[in-house]
DNA sequence: GTGAAAGCGCTAACAT
DNA sequence: ATGTTAGCGCTTTCAC
């Protein structure tokens, strides 16, 4: 990696100009306090020498990086499965740029990558985190919340009992839910199962809370425990066709796992919604599109969510604490 | 957003191990030349006062930054739609991390966005950049070699003419390409048709190329353009059964094309492999054991690849060039 | 081997 | 409204 070539400084800006280095910071910094003719110059000189600033004399001064770092744990599990987090992470990307803000994606892999992330975290390299929590039991959280850095997170943490002072966005998992389920109830059908999502993720907890909200406790031979992938949603339905041979509908916790539902249904002959309406959730458009037939969702907007977690970090949006967003009903040919 | 707390500076180290900030600065990045004793108390005062170097400072006499950008242009297109960005992601991440060095991604969504990325990289932030240009008439690269900046690019791009000193990082597709189809000829099959990749892109040309070179120029009809999507490959696959009926092989150039293909046949009650023989390219896990029948590819490594652009950017693979990964053929049960 | 001192490029008081 | 000046926290000669 060869050195980068030697950029001009704000000196030599103002040299050109015929001002100080202080009036050429005023202008590069919105030009606030310094006369038309003297803003003109300086631009000037500013573009013929090509002139960045120095982000790195800036920080030392200031103290803020214009960057946030955005904390993804345990990739593998879930992260490349579906799009996600990238769709979350392209809301946080549009707003930190609107922003003028860096994105430090830091990505964790296992235990060692935690104290590495905590002391990147801890180092003040960076003005905020974004964090994306993905399980209960994860040490992350507490060691970032120790860092001392403000923080918005990715999901509702699973040990954020209401009254912890924790900011974060989540969808309404547990209203969608609801909405799903009562939408099969409305559509006649009485033996309504659950494929949950992974437990010990509160997404999956909350939604499977929905379920019962409606459904009761009756019938527990009607809930299985998926894991938000394709192969996780055949085993459930598998276990349920098995359980349960005259379910009438399943409310699958992600779309993923609908679509593998879909799968085990029609290679066992049941037409769908005939015979059993199957409705997901996400609205992950590759996935719920493809679906043979298309698949009936309660949609969450995964970019929005991204945006306002920034947004939220930045102060942009006002005082605002955590943020649930509304989920809506995207009725398709499933259910 | 609020300030981050006063951390402890490189004097206050000094004054507590009572030596001189010359001496923690040596200890901190190495201890070179430092006597056991003294750098044992300097340590200790390191680790009582929690002290973390503050990297601006750093920077800005080392013009260093230990951070690289990642460089993601036009997201819609692609990247969201399957994990093969993703997995690229994690592979450099990886690296990088081994390396002690940050990940600064930026994400483009169109031309305004590439004059904020050309400015941030000359602006001397980082220092390198892995470049992902997916397209061939792409004005992002040119404007990255303009910004003097080292760069590694994900993918060979379009307007490299061999001679150019660009180092990419790239898979065989030409040579995948030629295997899939010898597998398919070797199979016995004489009518093998090619659904493309989106042609502006280097990869599906490659591949294309590959098609050609076993099958020559012969069959036009048995060319059909897609877009790497599964949309894609559903209409291409379909405007082949048109074209001609009785094709008996079709090289999906990926893994997403070829599970929208095998939809599609299925749909017209061709069975697969008897009727006719499918292999994609990727080997995306989540897609090829999805399929029915679970999906013949070529693999190529995409977390190596984003590994090994990593390495080069660093410098850590020795004085190499470009490198372009050899892939494998894996057989399921779809050809 | 260790310390003293000179900046790196910038911003923010404070003068003017 | 503009200029002067004093650091921000660190590395790195250069003396000792």
């Not at 214009?66 to 744990?73: K, L, M, S």
């Not at 707003?95 to 104290?115: F, I, K, P, S, Y």
């Not at 009438?248 to 049941?270: I, K």
Request: charged share 25%; proline share 5%; aromatic share 4%.
């Amino acid at each position: 990696m060869t050195e980068t070539a030697p950029r001009p400084t704000l000196e030599a800006v103002a040299e050109r100009a015929g001002v100080s280095r202080a009036t050429v910071s005023r202008v590069v910094n919105g030009g606030d306090g310094v006369r038309e003719p003297l803003v003109e110059r300086v631009r000037r000189a500013v573009e013929e020498l090509g002139y960045v600033p120095n982000q790195a004399a800036r920080s030392l001064v200031t103290r803020r990086h214009d960057a946030i770092a955005v904390v993804v744990a345990e990739p593998e599990t879930r992260v490349f499965a579906d799009p996600f987090f990238a769709l979350q992470l392209r809301g946080i990307s549009k707003e930190l740029t609107a922003h003028d803000n860096q994105l430090v994606l830091l990505l964790t892999e296992g235990r060692d990558d935690h104290a590495r992330v905590g002391r990147y975290l801890a180092g003040g390299h960076v003005d905020g985190a974004l964090v994306f929590s993905l399980h209960l039991d994860d040490p992350l959280p507490g060691l970032i919340q120790r860092a001392g850095v403000p923080t918005v997170f990715g999901g509702r943490p699973g040990w954020s009992d209401g009254s912890r002072d924790v900011v974060f966005v989540d969808s309404d998992n547990r209203g969608g839910a609801r909405d799903a389920v009562r939408h099969l109830v409305n559509l006649g059908r009485t033996r309504v199962a659950h494929i949950t999502g992974a437990l010990d993720q509160t997404s999956a907890v909350d939604r499977l809370e929905g379920f019962r909200d409606i459904m009761g406790d009756a019938g527990p031979q009607l809930v299985v425990e998926g894991d938000f992938t394709p192969g996780g949603g055949e085993r459930a339905m598998r276990e349920l066709l098995e359980r349960c041979p005259d379910v009438d509908a399943v409310f699958a916790a992600n779309d993923l796992m609908a679509s593998g539902a879909l799968r085990v249904l029609r290679e066992r002959g049941r037409r769908v919604p005939d015979d059993v309406a199957v409705i997901g959730f996400d609205d992950m458009l590759p996935v719920t599109e493809q679906t043979d037939p298309p698949l009936t969702t309660i949609r969450q907007d995964i970019e929005e969510m991204g945006r306002l977690m920034a947004r939220l970090l930045l102060g942009t949006a006002g005082a605002a604490s955590s943020v649930v967003l509304r989920t809506t009903l995207v009725r398709r040919a499933s259910a």
